[in-house]
């Protein structure tokens, strides 16, 4: 039985295990779908709902606690304008977690962790678009 065991420790120090959740909460709020682990996925669901609950609730305190556990300005407007809206009729399960078989490596369990409803084009946040094309003669300079 696992009475008063309130977490999963994942293996960590509690100082290393905060840092993961909160950049992988970081991470799941600027690309709104990520692939983690299954054990770190089952961990991080319940921290993002209640991101996204407290989002949703909007005072000054919410937002100053919001920041704090964040740690990232444009993360914590991302929850407040963008996607409070999108979960402003839904009362909880923001997030879903999908099954996504073995690691090539060692053969952890992997996972998606996404929200539901999710902005498709978000994963390209940091995708550089396509330059325009170059002249035939910038291409010989550029090759020699």
Do not use: C, W
């Amino acid at each position: 039985m696992r009475h008063k065991f309130g977490y999963k420790k994942l293996n960590r120090t509690s100082e290393h295990r905060k840092a993961l959740i909160k950049n992988m909460l970081n991470s799941l709020i600027k690309y709104e779908q990520i692939t983690t682990t299954l054990p770190k996925a089952k961990v991080l669901k319940p921290q993002a709902d209640k991101i996204i609950t407290l989002g949703k609730k909007n005072n000054l305190q919410n937002t100053k606690i919001l920041v704090s556990k964040l740690q990232d300005i444009k993360s914590a407007n991302k929850v407040k304008k963008t996607l409070a809206k999108r979960y402003e009729s839904r009362k909880g399960g923001y997030t879903r977690i999908v099954k996504a078989g073995y690691r090539y490596g060692d053969k952890a369990p992997l996972a998606i962790i996404e929200f539901v409803d999710r902005d498709i084009e978000a994963k390209r946040v940091d995708r550089k678009k396509k330059e325009t094309k170059q002249n035939p003669e910038e291409k010989k300079v550029a090759s020699v």
